[in-house]
C-alpha cells in the first residue's frame, strides 16, 4: 500500500510539472490547467488511501462543503473580479496549511508524541508561513477592492513588523524547545504571525498588488512543502517546493514585466529611496 | 533523521525543477499561471484529509480544524481549477 500511495503521489507530481509546463504557452495553456486537476485528483485518492485515517465522514463532509463553495465562487464572480479572487484563494490556501499544521500538532500533544526538533520546526514553518500568507492576502483583496488606501503610516507599519518578527522569532524558540509547546502559545503565534503578514503588505501599493499577490502565492506552496516535512509526506513536499519555487520565478518576472525590482515593491513604501517618488505622488494626492 | 534527509533532498531537487518550469511567460498568462499554481498549492488538501481522517480518537478541537482544514483546502482546489479554465477559455475566445 505504502508503495501505491507514494508511486500515486508521483505520479500527481509529474501530472502537476506538466501542467505547469503547459499553463506557459497559450496554445497548450488550456490542456496544461486539466492534467494539473487530473493530477490533483490522483493525490486525493492517494490520500484517502493512507492507513492512519480511521474516519471517512469529516473528510466528505469537508470535501462537500469546501467543494460547493468552490464552484459557486467560480461561477459567479465576474471577470473583472479575478484578481481579488485569486489573492482570497491563495489566503484560503494558506489557512488551510496552519490549520494541518494545527491539528497535526495538537493530535501529537494529546497523544504524547511531540516530534523532534526538526519536526516542530517545520511545525512552526508551516504556521508562520501560513499565518502570513493568510493576513497578507486579506490585505491585498481589499487593497485590490479598494476599501483600503495607500497608508501613509509606512513606519509605524514596519515597526509593527519588526517588532512582530522579534515576538514570533522568540516565542517560535519557546516553542520548539519544549517549554513552550502549549496550545495558548500556538494560538499566540498563530496571531502575531497574523499581525505580522498585515503589517509587510499594508506599506505596498495598490498598483504593485498583483506581485503581492504572486509572491503570497509562492509562499503558500512553501507552507504546503513545510506541512510535507510534518507529516513525512514526499507528495506534498515536491509540490509544494515545485509551487514555491515557480511562485517565486513568476513573480521576479512579473516584477521584470512591470520594469521593477522585487526589494524595490517589498520594500520601496517603507524604505524610502526609489519607493519616495511613489510617496511623494500619494502625498500630493 | 534518514527520511528527513530523504525529504530534504527531494524538496531541493524540486525547487529546481520549478525555477526551470518558468521561463518565458507571456504576460496574459501571468494570472491565469499564478491562479493555476495557487490551485497546485492546494495538494495541502493530502494533508487536511491525513490528519482530519485520523483526528476520530483525538480533541473535538483537533477534530474541528482537520474539517476546516479540508473544506478551505478543496475551496482552493475546485474554485482555483475553475477559474482558471474561465481565464484561459477567454483568451482562447479573444485570440
Redesign the interface.
Known amino acids: 500500500m505504502f508503495a501505491l500511495i507514494n508511486f500515486s503521489y508521483l505520479a500527481a507530481a509529474v501530472c502537476f510539472i506538466l501542467g505547469i509546463k503547459g499553463m506557459t504557452r497559450p496554445s497548450t495553456a488550456v490542456r496544461g490547467n486539466q492534467i494539473a486537476a487530473v493530477g490533483m485528483l490522483i493525490a486525493v485518492v492517494a490520500a484517502l488511501l493512507h492507513q492512519q485515517i480511521v474516519s471517512y465522514p469529516t473528510i466528505i463532509a469537508g470535501m462537500l462543503v469546501g467543494g460547493t463553495i468552490g464552484v459557486w465562487l467560480a461561477k459567479r464572480i465576474a471577470m473583472t473580479q479575478m484578481p481579488e479572487l485569486v489573492a482570497s484563494l491563495n489566503g484560503i490556501g494558506g489557512a488551510a496549511s496552519v490549520t494541518v499544521a494545527a491539528s497535526t500538532w495538537l493530535i501529537a500533544l494529546t497523544a504524547d508524541n511531540l516530534g523532534t526538533t526538526g519536526w516542530a520546526v517545520a511545525i512552526l514553518v508551516s504556521i508562520v508561513i501560513g499565518s502570513v500568507t493568510l493576513a497578507g492576502s486579506l490585505v491585498a483583496v481589499l487593497k485590490l477592492h479598494g476599501s483600503i488606501g495607500d497608508s501613509a503610516k509606512n513606519r509605524t507599519w514596519q515597526l509593527v513588523a519588526l517588532t512582530t518578527l522579534v515576538a514570533v522569532i522568540v516565542g517560535g524558540g519557546l516553542f520548539v524547545n519544549g517549554t513552550g509547546a502549549q496550545p495558548l502559545v500556538l494560538a499566540a503565534l498563530v496571531g502575531l504571525c497574523l499581525l505580522m503578514g498585515v503589517a509587510l503588505v499594508q506599506p505596498i501599493g495598490g498598483a504593485d498588488m498583483p506581485v503581492v499577490v504572486a509572491l503570497l502565492n509562492a509562499y503558500s506552496g512553501l507552507a504546503g512543502a513545510a506541512t510535507g516535512f510534518v507529516l513525512d509526506n514526499q507528495g506534498l513536499i515536491i509540490t509544494g517546493s515545485l509551487v514555491g519555487a515557480s511562485g517565486l520565478i513568476l513573480t521576479a518576472v512579473m516584477c521584470k514585466a512591470m520594469n521593477r525590482s522585487l526589494p524595490n515593491v517589498l520594500f520601496g513604501g517603507v524604505f524610502g529611496q526609489a519607493g519616495s517618488g511613489s510617496q511623494a505622488r500619494d502625498e500630493g494626492d | 533523521m534518514e527520511?528527513?534527509v530523504?525529504?530534504f533532498t527531494?524538496?531541493?531537487l524540486?525547487?529546481?525543477?520549478?525555477?526551470e518550469?518558468?521561463?518565458?511567460?507571456?504576460?496574459?498568462?501571468?494570472?491565469?499561471?499564478?491562479?493555476?499554481?495557487?490551485?497546485?498549492?492546494?495538494?495541502?488538501?493530502?494533508?487536511?484529509?491525513?490528519?482530519?481522517?485520523?483526528?476520530?480518537?483525538?480533541?473535538t478541537?483537533?477534530?474541528v480544524?482537520?474539517?476546516?482544514?479540508?473544506?478551505?483546502?478543496?475551496?482552493?482546489?475546485?474554485?482555483?481549477?475553475?477559474?482558471?479554465?474561465?481565464?484561459?477559455?477567454?483568451?482562447?475566445r479573444k485570440?
Open positions: 527520511m528527513f530523504l525529504s527531494i524538496f531541493i524540486a525547487l529546481f525543477v520549478g525555477v518550469l518558468i521561463n518565458k511567460v507571456p504576460p496574459t498568462l501571468h494570472t491565469p499561471l499564478m491562479s493555476g499554481t495557487n490551485a497546485i498549492s492546494g495538494i495541502v488538501v493530502v494533508g487536511a484529509i491525513i490528519s482530519a481522517g485520523s483526528a476520530g480518537v483525538s480533541p478541537v483537533a477534530a480544524l482537520g474539517f476546516v482544514a479540508v473544506t478551505l483546502a478543496s475551496i482552493n482546489i475546485v474554485a482555483g481549477f475553475l477559474v482558471t479554465d474561465r481565464m484561459l477559455n477567454m483568451f482562447k485570440v
